[in-house]
């Protein structure tokens, strides 16, 4: 019976011994680790700085997907609101970096990760088209693609494109970049066009020689085929030319 008490004396106190260091344990742990700032409100300041960034009425439809924060980050609560801006070099689009910095009575600072994708609606062509051809209406479609690595532009209004030429063969739904266009060649070298002089009250047609080819606007020199003389005008229309 002596015997029983003693190893019940001895299971106690072990018992009691272990519970002093676990609770010493966590008081320990909690003096280490004190309230650590929640990672999914840092993620949400990150992310809300972002969309307040972003010019929203550009775009049809903005995404961004946040990157991870590695578990055993602890940082601080903070007393004072977090302070987010881009990391150095880092764009509203594709892949970027958000720095977040707590400037409380423990400062600290971490950098986030994100991927932006913006969507607008450009155009496109609706079926194959050559090279050469004036765009016109019924070639042109809208339609909603992601654009954050289109770094060669595109077209959101198709008015922008009416009456431009081909430079090279597209095939159906193909995007439409602008060093896929030109103005179309109203006035070709070595062609005979009207020369159109306009002052205040009046107004001489001439007629003349193309020196060189041009669009609707270009500056081009034409040969006057009276007097011989080399002048030069702006390309108003097909075949004609305007001096002042």
């Known amino acids: 019976m002596r015997f029983a008490q003693e190893n019940l004396g001895k299971t106690l106190l072990i018992s009691l011994f272990f519970l002093g260091c676990g609770i010493y344990s966590q008081v320990i742990n909690a003096s280490a680790h004190p309230l650590a700032?929640?990672?999914?409100?840092?993620q949400a300041a990150a992310k809300e700085f972002l969309v307040n960034s972003i010019e929203t009425g550009k775009y049809s439809r903005i995404n961004i997907?946040?990157?991870?924060?590695?578990?055993?980050?602890?940082?601080?609560?903070?007393?004072?609101?977090?302070?987010?801006?881009?990391?150095?070099?880092?764009?509203?689009?594709?892949?970027?970096?958000?720095?977040?910095?707590?400037?409380?009575?423990?400062?600290?600072?971490?950098?986030l990760s994100a991927?932006?994708?913006?969507?607008?609606?450009?155009?496109?062509?609706?079926?194959?088209?050559?090279?050469?051809?004036?765009l016109k209406k019924s070639d042109l479609v809208a339609a909603e693609?992601?654009?954050?690595?289109?770094?060669?532009?595109?077209?959101?209004?198709?008015?922008?494109?009416?009456?431009?030429?081909?430079?090279?063969?597209?095939?159906?739904?193909?995007?439409?970049?602008?060093?896929?266009?030109?103005?179309?060649?109203?006035?070709?070298?070595?062609?005979?066009?009207?020369?159109?002089?306009?002052?205040t009250g009046y107004s001489v047609k001439m007629t003349g020689t193309a020196m060189m080819s041009g669009a609707k606007g270009d500056r081009i020199r034409v040969k006057n085929t009276s007097s011989k003389r080399i002048i030069e005008g702006t390309v108003l229309q097909a075949g004609i030319i305007g001096i002042q």
């Open 37 to 42: 700032h929640n990672h999914n409100a840092i």
């Open 115 to 134: 991927q932006i994708q913006l969507f607008t609606k450009v155009i496109q062509t609706v079926e194959p088209l050559d090279r050469g051809h004036i």
């Open 145 to 199: 693609v992601e654009i954050s690595r289109l770094n060669n532009g595109y077209f959101t209004d198709m008015k922008n494109l009416l009456g431009k030429q081909l430079k090279r063969r597209l095939p159906q739904n193909k995007l439409i970049k602008p060093n896929y266009v030109k103005s179309p060649t109203l006035v070709k070298r070595g062609e005979l066009v009207s020369i159109i002089a306009k002052n």
């Open 65 to 111: 997907q946040m990157g991870n924060m590695d578990n055993r980050l602890q940082l601080q609560q903070c007393s004072t609101p977090l302070i987010s801006t881009l990391a150095p070099g880092a764009q509203l689009r594709g892949k970027t970096t958000v720095h977040i910095r707590c400037t409380g009575e423990k400062p600290w600072t971490v950098y």
